[in-house]
């Protein structure tokens, strides 16, 4: 399908730049892990794995086999499949690929995969293994493109938001299956517990709102992000797409019509 591109990764990031070239009319595909731990998972496409179909502002998404995927298109969705390692690729032969995994390294893809190759975040350099790179650090930067060299290195720490950094997050106390608590959208106080891991306690250090928790009965690893927490107490936060979410979409929007 002439200008099909498929997006490797369904999480809030990805979503937010599918929802902006679907917008833009690109027909796209998105590729998943058979259990995603995508932790703003009320604004990810990734969530139809588990639910089936999802909504994010106005567009739809239907987790799909293979040999369902034009059947999805023609029904203006956007198909989500259980792929990790992008076999569909052959299949489909997309007019671009975006690798928005945001795994912090390159996981596979390469430049010749697709006429337009782009990659989101660290990890990769644009010439070598991808066409163009977009940047995903909060900051000056965000969104820029980089048709040479690579984005700014992970430093580990999140995006500062009313003051707050690391305290934002929820990690993991284990390893084992998580168990939920709480919802995302409800309020908490510091120090209140929102789920488990194998007994343990998952405590918020900050008060807001569950802006992500990751899909109840998941297993997770010793200090894997499962949640964050949202100072700003804004509850409709909880299901739009995030300034970041757009600012790295309008990059990518960028890069594929600049180097189409």
């Given at each position: 399908m002439n200008g099909l591109v498929v997006i490797k990764g369904g999480g809030d990031l990805a979503t937010g730049?599918?929802?902006?070239?679907?917008?833009?009319?690109?027909?796209?595909?998105?590729?998943?892990?058979?259990?995603?731990?995508?932790?703003?998972?009320t604004v990810a496409f990734a969530q139809a794995?588990?639910?089936?179909?999802?909504t994010v502002e106005g567009v739809r998404a239907k987790r799909t086999e293979s040999y369902d995927i034009y059947e999805a298109l023609s029904q203006g969705l956007i198909p989500v499949l259980i792929d990790p390692f992008g076999k569909c690729v052959s299949q489909l032969k997309p007019y671009a690929i975006v690798d928005a995994i945001i795994a912090k390294c390159n996981t596979g893809t390469a430049l010749?995969?697709?006429?337009?190759?782009?990659g989101v975040g660290p990890g990769f350099t644009a010439g070598v293994d991808v066409g163009a790179v977009v940047e995903t650090m909060r900051g000056h930067d965000l969104g820029r493109v980089y048709y040479e060299g690579s984005a700014i290195a992970n430093t580990g720490i999140p995006g500062e938001i009313a003051g707050y950094t690391v305290e934002r997050l929820l990690r993991s106390p284990a390893t084992g299956r998580f168990a939920s608590l709480r919802d995302i959208g409800d309020k908490v106080c510091a120090g209140e517990?929102?789920?488990?891991?194998?007994?343990?306690?998952?405590?918020?250090?900050?008060?807001g709102i569950l802006r992500g928790l990751i899909q109840d009965g998941?297993?997770?690893?010793?200090?894997?992000?499962?949640?964050?927490v949202d100072p700003r107490c804004r509850q409709e936060h909880c299901y739009s797409i995030s300034d970041k979410a757009r600012a790295v979409a309008g990059g990518v929007l960028e890069a594929l019509l600049h180097l189409g």
């Open positions: 730049i599918a929802h902006r070239l679907f917008q833009s009319g690109f027909p796209i595909v998105i590729t998943e892990v058979a259990q995603p731990t995508v932790v703003r998972r794995i588990f639910s089936g179909e999802v010749n995969s697709a006429p337009v190759v782009i517990v929102v789920g488990t891991v194998s007994g343990a306690e998952v405590k918020a250090a900050i008060p998941l297993m997770v690893k010793t200090g894997m992000k499962i949640g964050d």
